[in-house]
Structures are given as structure tokens and as C-alpha cells.
């Protein structure tokens, strides 16, 4: 009878919403009985030696009943027994009677009819003196004994007569005999007994957290405390209901054996035990995510600190950013491809490239070949190192590793191993106080560890090599020395150019994507360079975007040998992404368009780009004289040349032009300015290059794989 009314009581159990685990009307009234129990003294008892014995004993006596049976069952690897004594000796003399006083309660108790409760109580206050986690180790320590005992005699008695007399005493049924009843009830004992082990683990857990960065009166650690009591006392309670189990199998008939009531009560433990291991585990990762956010504080300010001192050289500074360990070395090294420590870095001029893995190829083919320049001039020894920046909330899957080798692969320079050496909050000072948000830049610490320069790439790319050692001094310095010319524009991106500026050819340089427009604009040019009599050269250098279609013009241009081309079209990304970094690094220095002429002409360039006409700029040699204009306005002006021919006879050419260019001048106009997002560098106000007003802002979103 007393088995038909218990199992409706563990059903309505088992039905407790989960949410409800650790706060249900029962466990709150209950909270008082055991909250009386608890009166700890301030011992400390190190649980780790016994927790590691616990688990040993248990990794041997969880038996899968199957291998048991048929003889495979092989826990054959021993322990190191001085490591056991050496850790578990000085605690064992005062833990020794307290386990062998609850073995006691354990075995006799239940078998003498107490009920769980009853028994789990009285264990409790037993343990009054210990803490919460003393409490459930010394317990499970006490049931190990009795379930240890019960499996060594099960397992020798088949070989050992000692053990085979000691089973006939302790009437303990063949377990050979019966395996196949037995077994399903030995599942429901060992997951209860896994539920029981977890928990243990995370009470003890909570109690290992590091004060520094979460204290017991600050959520979650706070709510966790304030939960342990009752999870200790569902530990505990199962622990009883188990050694119960066990007791009763002792002189059982197939009858008793095969019940299922007392199956029943193990199951609906253990389903909450585990609910009570889940919430504790949620609150641990809780405690874990506050731990890691306070970290991150730390070493964020400490990164604050570091560039705020002063430093004999650049190691500390680095090995902050990139690894702050020595047990692995962080840096790959891209000429030898062999690992290396920090430490190759110290007392070097270091360039931080930081990007995400979305690199082009035009920024990689060009910055290697500025980087292997560098390696041909004695007086410019700088280092290079990538700093991949990657989402930690997105998996790190098989595509983004090849992705990341494969850039890695491609670069000469040295590289961080792997994005995960990275600590978050180097991540997070990257983004917040160097500003990387997509755009990639190149951050450069001096020698003695000073930041010199928050991107160098603008200078990099107008002045290459030149711009060494990349300090805002050395890019300022730079400015003061140039003027706007072609050769300024074009650089050495193409030699047959600087062939022709050195012989004081006139140059062209011109763009669009209306190939009509393109074909009588060349033909009329070339037309009236020869009636002018002058040697002139033409070059499409095309538009920022739209590479598929930049590609079927220079096609269609070089089949019609209208004029030169480039049919790489890495030169004609780097010819705007030259003019882009002048407006940047302008900007950098503070200059606007009202006060410098460069900026002036580098606005027109880019108003050029945004536009959906064509248009042609007209230099001569190394002249500072420019002529530039619109696809229409500039075809209109050729087409008169008639009108201003007599001037380009007196004044020049390009300065004929321009003259009557100013003519042609009318105040209604329509120009379009497209500035590509980067980092802290979008002017709150832009002035028109043609008539000098303020232009209206609109944002736009792009995603292109032209």
C-alpha cells in the first residue's frame, strides 16, 4: 500500500514546471528547516582531493551492466597513490568520522524505514558546521563508501571467495543471474548518480569564481548563493533515495527486484536534479560572462596606461596588443612561414595592418609591392604585422579559416598566428579608440612604443616608401612639398606616363562609361592636338567602381586603339584610392577646400568620379597648369577650338583652354560627390569644387560585387 500512494506524489512532482525548480511553494517552505541546520563555523575544508576520489571510485563502480556481464567491463588503469595521499592525507583524519558517521546514516536509516527527508535533514545537521559545498562533497564522499563497497564485492565474488562470502552474508542477489532486470534499474542509479556528480561540480564551482572580479553580494553570483541551500538539499535527498536502492536490493526476490515504484522515484529525482543542475549551470554561465566582461575593463585600461607612459622600447606595448603570454609564439612570419615570438618586433618601426578577412586583392598586390620595395633600401627597415579583426559571435567555420590562411599565405610580412590569440578587449580598444569599424587602416608605434601615426595608410598609398617613417610630421612635411601636377595624380603607376612628363608631352587623363562619348571625345582631341601641333598622349583611367564594366570599355578602347590603357585594373583602384586618401589625409591635417588648392582639385577629381558623364584633365610636362572639365563641357570647348586657338598660339595650350573653359562656364550644375565610409573621417560639411556651396548630404548604402 505504502508504494501505490507514493507514486501519484512523485508524478505531481515530476510535473513542477522547471522555471519553478528551485522557487516551488514546497522548496520555499521548506528553505527555513534547512537554512536552521546550517550554522557553519568558518572551517575550510579543500573538497578538490575528495571530489577527485569521489570521482575515481564512481568511474569504476558506474558500470555499463552489459560489459560487466560479459567480462568487458575494464577499469584497469590504477591511480597514482602518492598523488591521492598527497592531496587527500591532511584532510582525511578530520573528514574520516563525519563520512563513516553518514555511510552510517546512509545504509541504516533508510533500511530501518526513515523517510528521505527525514534522513537528508539529519544529515544536514550533522553537517551544520560546513559550508554548502563541504556539505554536499562530504555527503556524496559517504554514499561513495557504501556504493563503492556494494560494486567491489559484486564484481570480485564471481573469483574471490572472500567476496563470494561476504555477497552470501550481505544476501546480495546475483547480479549475473539477474542482469536483465537489473539493468534498466542500474540506468536509473548511475544517471541519477551523474545528475548528483554535476551538480556537485557546479556548487563547488561557484565557490572557485575569483573574488577580484564578482563578490557574493553582486548578481548573478548573489542569485546563484542564494539557490545553492535548496540545490544542496535535492543532492543530498537523492543521494539518500540511491543508497536506499541499493540497501533494498540486499536479500530481494525477482519480485521486489522488478518493481517499477521505486524506478519511478529515481527517474522523477533525477529529471530534477538535472533541472537543478541546468539553472545552476545558467547562472554560472552568468557569473562567467561578468567575470570576462570585468576583464576585459581591466585589460582595456591597462591598454589606456600603456599608451599613456613612456617606455625604453615597443615590446611591452606590442605584446599587450598581439599575445601577453610567452608559453606559444604569436607571430607567423610570412617570408619563412615559420613562427615567432614578439620579441622579432622590438626597437622596430612596426606598421599594425588591421582589417577584417575581407582584404581586396588590389590592396594586398599593392601594399606587398610597397612592402617589398621597402626591403631594397638600406635606410627604410620598418615591420609590417596583420592584426586580423573577426566576429567571436559568429562560428569560426572551415571557410573563414581557409579564407584567413589563404590571405595570410599571400602576405611577406609577419601576421598574428591566429585571430583567437587576440584578447577581446585588444578588439574592443581597436574599435573604440583607434576607431576600425569595416575600412581597414594601418596603425604605426614607434620605436619606444608611442603611437605615431592612427593610419598611415593615406600617406602610404600617395607617398609609398617616401612617407617612412609614416609619422603625421613626415605627412605634413610631404604636403608642404607639392603641388598639383600629373605627376602627382599618377605617381609610378605607370612609367610610360612619367616617360611622357619628363619629355614635356601633354597628357590626357580621362574617364566615363559612355563609350559614344569616349570615341568623339578622343577623335576630336586627337584631332585638335594635331591642328595645334603639339604631341599629345591620352590615357582612360576609368571610374572607382564598376570593374566588369571598366573591363568591356578598356576592351572595346584598346580594340579601336583610341588611346592608352590600363588593363590592369588594380592601377586604376589604386589611382582613386590615391585620390580618396589625399582628400583623408588632407583632412587629417585639417584643411578644407576654402584654404587649400590641392584639396580643391582633389574634390573636383572625386565629383568627377561620382558623376554620370565622362571628363578629361590636360597637363603638360611638369607644369602645374591643369585644365579639367565635364565630358560635355570639355567636348564643347574642342569642338570650338577654332575660338581659342589664337590664344593656345600665345598663352599655351592647356592655359587657352582654360581660358575658355571659364566662358563656357554657366552657374546652373549638378555635381555628385560619393566619399567611401572610413573611420572617423566623413566631414560634416562638403563645399561644391565648382561654385563653392555647401552640398546636401544624403546617405547610401552599396553592396557591389562588380
Known sequence: MANNVQVPRMKQMGRHNDRQI??????????????????????????????????????????????????????????????IVAGFDEILEVLAYIIHKISCELSCKRSGGADAHSSTMTILSMLSSHKWEAKV???????????????????????NPLAKSVALLKQLPDIIEHSYSLKSRFDTINNLIKAILDVTKCIIEFKQ???QYISEETPPLSLAIAHIPIAAYWTIRSMV???SQITSLLGMSYEHITATTEAWELSSLAHKVRNIHEHLKGQLTLCYQHIDEKRHDEYFNMLLRLFEMQHLDNLRILKALIYNKDDILPLLD???????????????????????????????????????????????????????????????????????????????????HHPSLLEPAVTKYIKEVWHFAKKQILVVVDPHGKLACLNAFHMVWIWRNLAYPFTISREEGLWKEETWRLELLVDDIDTTILDWIAKEKYVCLYGGEDIEWIRRFTTTLRDVAETAGIGLEMVYVGKSKSRERMRRIISTISVEKLSHTWTDLTFIWYFWTRIESMLY????????????????????????????????LISRGLSA??????????????????????????????QGLIEYLHKLHTPEHCNRLILPGINGGIPEMVVCAECGRPMEKYFMYRCCTD
Not at 562533497?137 to 573469483?159: H, K, R
Not at 615559420?338 to 620579441?343: A, E, G, L, M, S
Request: with cysteine; charged share 25%.
Open 334 to 416: 610570412g617570408t619563412s612561414k615559420t613562427r615567432v615570438p614578439v620579441d622579432a618586433l622590438r626597437r622596430k618601426n612596426v606598421l599594425l595592418l588591421i582589417s577584417d578577412l575581407d582584404l581586396s586583392t588590389e590592396e594586398l598586390t599593392i601594399l606587398v609591392h610597397i612592402y617589398q620595395e621597402s626591403r631594397t633600401i638600406p635606410d627604410i627597415q620598418y615591420a609590417v604585422v596583420w592584426i586580423p579583426i573577426v566576429d567571436r559571435t559568429i562560428p569560426w567555420i572551415e571557410g573563414y579559416q581557409k579564407k584567413f590562411e589563404q590571405l595570410q599565405s599571400e602576405m611577406p610580412w609577419y601576421s598574428v
Open 209 to 211: 569564481l575569483p573574488a
Open 22 to 83: 528551485l522557487s516551488s511553494s514546497d522548496d520555499n517552505a521548506m528553505m527555513k528547516q534547512i537554512d536552521a541546520t546550517h550554522s557553519p563555523d568558518g572551517r575550510e575544508v579543500d573538497v578538490k582531493p575528495v571530489l577527485f576520489l569521489i570521482e575515481e571510485i564512481l568511474h569504476r563502480t558506474i558500470p555499463d551492466i552489459d560489459g560487466f556481464i560479459n567480462g568487458t567491463d575494464d577499469h584497469i588503469d590504477t591511480l597514482d597513490d602518492k598523488a
Open 241 to 243: 533515495v540511491c543508497a
Open 625 to 654: 597648369v591643369v585644365a579639367k572639365a565635364k565630358g560635355d563641357t570639355i567636348l564643347k570647348s574642342l569642338t570650338d577650338f577654332e575660338k581659342w586657338q589664337e590664344s593656345a598660339k600665345q598663352n599655351g595650350f592647356v
Open 585 to 616: 589625409s588632407k583632412m587629417q591635417q585639417g584643411k578644407t577646400i576654402e584654404n587649400d588648392p590641392i584639396m580643391q582639385e582633389v574634390m573636383a577629381m572625386l565629383s568627377f568620379d561620382g558623376s554620370d558623364q565622362g571628363w578629361a
Open 137 to 159: 562533497v562530504i555527503s556524496l564522499a559517504a554514499f561513495t563508501v557504501n556504493y563503492g563497497e556494494f560494486w567491489l564485492v559484486a564484481q570480485l565474488c564471481p573469483t
